[in-house]
């Protein structure tokens, strides 16, 4: 297999994705890095970034990270090498920092980002200092703290450049909250990654129904709403001939449970909208929010057509794949919505060959493909209010991160991305697209009101009248959204 610097294609994917949303430039190393190289992107002076970052002794202090971590849900590195690039990789970065900055990296997992949410306030709310950053579902976890004022804006600890490729851009640019910003994301997490929602298709299906280059539709701006909804229409297969379609048939499409956001994000939809003065407001009550659920809910709260594990009722059990993963690894689906760690974590073992695509655009005049960011995997990247040292904290964070795309960005692509999931170079250029405009929504995130669970719902069919709907909890959601504007400005 190429190395990811012998292919200028992959080259390119995997900047576009780093960014989230933003520009990208040359890399100085491959993920063949050793630990004591420090690389970043050059300045016009030719320097490399990090090597300007200042080479503190911090006297064997030990900077505590409390996170949501398992074998899966990477986020951590293992004690000793693996011969697994992603954890090797990430020892090397934290043997790095270890040596430049003479400090101990103490990693504290736990299996779920509810511990992690329990201890961060308890820890806040004594002052203890015991944890210098913490990352966790940004839903579940990071936003509850944000919201409660027990987490430092970023933009107030020094060093922190936010809007370089190294951070998510996209958080950074559409996030702040009256220019204050408490979480983000990058690369630092492993699970980062897996964050971008997609299309997988199974090729093998698709020839023998006669559907043709779904690849070409991509590239020649030819993949709407309107064209993948043609493509599932009458797929759906009564295979035990007991009348109707259940679980144990054949469907045209298998959903995710974010399918509905998803679907939202990359028809152009948009949960929040900035008011101008750094603030935001909900956006639910345009004309477009209700014409891209006229357009979705009919299809994907069709039961004939969409399986949906909300829809059906069915109960996943624990430790086993989702119900849509396991129909379409069982060749009784022909597209899924999913986000991209499902693809990663269960689909790598799939017989069947598939292929990956983007969700599709509204119609040909939208400018660009969106992904919609799934938030609630433990990606989110925060620091505890107390943090007495910011000066040394925001030094650690920024080499961190810098570390964590030049040596864990490689070695996740290589091992997810090149191994795992694209078995063909259209997929490889599907890849592009997908990780290029990856959107995450602050709605979706904090959930104003019940409002994107809402949006969702009735996106996905499960629901009706989402303007009476709306109507009914309209004033909470709004009180909600002030209530963290209120409280992201209260905080110094």
Known sequence: MPRIFASLLIFLMVFAFFSCRGETKPDAAGSNDTAETFTGEEDPAGQSYADTLPAADFEGYTFRIIA??????????????????VNDAMLRRNKALEERFNIKIENIAFDSSGPV???????????????????ASMTGTIAPLASSGMLRDLNSINHLRLDQNWWCKSMYENLQVGGRIFYTTGPISG????????????????????????????????????????????????????????????????????????AYIAFGGR?????????????????????LINKAAPVFGDISTAYSSKTKGYTRVPGEPYPENT???????????????NVAIDFRAMESDFGILPLPKLDSSQPEYYSYGNPHGPIGIA??????????????????????????????????????????????????????N????????????????????????????????YEKIKARAEKALGDLIGAYTALD
């Open 327 to 341: 129909i379409f690894m069982e060749n009784r689906a022909l597209f899924i919505i999913t986000p991209m760690g």
């Open 271 to 291: 949960q929040v909208t900035a008011d101008g003065a750094g603030y935001f407001k909900l956006n639910f009550e345009d004309e477009k929010t209700q014409n």
């Open 383 to 436: 620091v505890p209010i107390y943090c007495e040292n910011a000066e040394r904290t925001g030094l650690i964070l920024e080499t961190m991160a810098v570390l964590s795309y030049d040596l864990v960005r490689p070695a996740m692509y290589d091992n997810m991305l090149q191994q795992k999931i694209a078995r063909d170079e259209d997929s490889q250029k599907m890849l592009d697209i997908i990780y290029e």
């Open 117 to 135: 949410l329990d201890n961060v306030k308890k820890s806040a709310a004594s002052d203890d200092h015991a944890y210098d950053m913490a990352i």
């Open 191 to 262: 699970f980062f990654f897996y964050a971008p929602v997609a299309i997988c298709y199974n090729k093998q299906l698709a020839q023998d129904m006669g559907i043709g280059d779904i690849y070409r539709l991509v590239l020649n701006n030819e993949w709407t709403a309107d064209k993948f909804f043609e493509l599932i229409q009458d797929k759906s297969k009564d295979l035990d001939g007991d009348g109707a379609v259940t679980k144990t048939d054949f469907y045209a499409l298998a959903c995710d449970g974010v399918t509905g956001q998803a």
């Open 438 to 469: 990856t959107y995450f929504d602050l709605n979706t995130i904090h959930n104003f009101g019940g409002s994107s669970d809402l949006l969702q719902n009735c996106m996905g069919g499960i629901n009706e009248n989402f303007a009476s709907s």
């Open 68 to 85: 949501h971590h398992t074998s899966t849900w990477i986020n951590f590195p293992e004690e000793e090498q693996t011969g697994e690039p």
